[in-house]
């Protein structure tokens, strides 16, 4: 799988935080970071469809997660692929070379850290945006999130909320002036208390071109105790 792709798998790879029906977009983010807390530690099987430029490739292999920031990737087809996180170091490692590009998390800008898979707290959004309720009934509620500083590169985001299963459904971002940058969508499934992502489309418009990502995850376990060496980078 090239970089460019394993790129666009990075920016795609989200594990929703979930959303209470609530009036405050701040008593609504309070239920997600109460929610998220539910899933210590995550881990599925993962199958990956992603489109550039009209060419697609597939992958599958497995994701592992630990709250709050750790993830590892094992991709086996069609070939070994190799990626940590471990909330200060990203990895992206070729095992048959052992071959390795780092990336600091720290050095990242707002934009690509809120990208980065397994956010854990719908809270650093809030340190970006100032969320107001747009819309709300019993199936839907739009959180509209205006960029706190103007002078920034960042444009409106639109979160829409499940109130029934208290997850994000769909978000959305814009530039500054109001054209599409990205956007999410999510379906679900419940594991006993929580729940977890089973399926995630994905869409990013880049200077090079858009790049598409469905990506479903198949056997999900959670809080099993998945152990800190799964996440160490050598």
């Not at 990075?10 to 239920?31: D, F, M, T, Y």
């Amino acid at each position: 799988m090239s970089n460019k792709f394993v790129l666009a798998f990075l920016i795609s790879i989200l594990l929703a935080l979930p959303c209470q029906a609530q009036k405050s977009a701040v008593e609504i983010a309070s239920g997600i970071s109460a929610n998220l807390k539910k899933i210590i530690d995550f881990k599925a099987n993962v199958e990956i469809s992603l489109t550039s430029d009209n060419i697609e490739e597939r992958s599958s292999g497995m994701i592992f997660f630990k709250a709050p920031d750790k993830y590892r990737v094992e991709l086996f087809f069609p070939k070994k692929q190799l990626i940590v996180a471990n909330g200060s170091t990203l990895v992206i490692q070729d095992p048959v070379s052992s071959k390795q590009i780092k990336q600091n998390l720290s050095r990242l800008s707002e934009k690509e850290t809120l990208a980065l898979p397994f956010i854990p707290d719908i809270n650093r959004y809030f340190d970006l945006f100032n969320f107001s309720v747009q819309a709300q009934s019993s199936a839907s509620i739009l959180l509209k999130g205006d960029p706190r500083d103007k002078s920034r590169n960042i444009g409106r985001i639109d979160v829409y909320c499940d109130p029934k299963n208290s997850t994000p459904t769909r978000i959305v971002s814009y530039n500054k002036k109001g054209s599409l940058v990205s956007l999410r969508e999510i379906s679900y499934i419940k594991i006993g208390e929580s729940v977890v992502p089973a399926r995630s489309y994905a869409m990013a418009i880049l200077p090079a071109g858009n790049i598409q990502a469905d990506i479903e995850y198949k056997n999900i376990k959670i809080n099993t105790n998945i152990p800190d060496s799964q996440f160490r980078i050598n």
